[in-house]
């Protein structure tokens, strides 16, 4: 099991940026595939940028030439920089994590990821 945090959230406006941090503090071992997911109040986890360590990236459409996820695989952590943000990309923000190469069908799936962090919160007015 990975403990995943994650900071960086907070209440922003329409056209601001934040950047996202997700972390395994104490792990030591390679996680191969990580990913953001976003879920607002009573609605599911959509995946919004996943990596893995081959540095292959996917996005959701809403997202693309807004976001960007890096990874550093020596430290087991992934950014989410966020631009241009807008209301709709409020919600709170998931990290996820496995010690899998995942097929292109699971990278933006809930079902790809065995490990979860808390989330933190992101607001836009």
């Known amino acids: 099991h990975v403990q995943l945090v994650e900071s960086g959230g907070g209440s922003v406006q329409s056209g601001d940026s934040l950047t996202l941090l997700c972390s395994a503090p104490?792990?030591?071992?390679?996680?191969?595939?990580m990913a953001w997911f976003r879920q607002g109040p009573g609605q599911y986890r959509e995946g919004i940028a996943a990596v893995d360590e081959d540095n292959t990236i996917t996005y959701k459409d809403s997202v693309k030439g807004r976001f960007i996820i890096t990874k550093d695989n020596a430290k087991n952590t992934i950014t989410l920089q966020m631009s241009n943000l807008k209301p709709e990309d409020s919600g709170v923000y998931l990290c996820a994590a496995d010690r899998r190469l995942l097929q292109p069908r699971l990278r933006l799936s809930e079902l790809g990821y065995k490990d979860w962090g808390e989330g933190t919160q992101v607001t836009v007015s």
């Open positions: 104490g792990y030591r071992y390679r996680i191969v595939s």
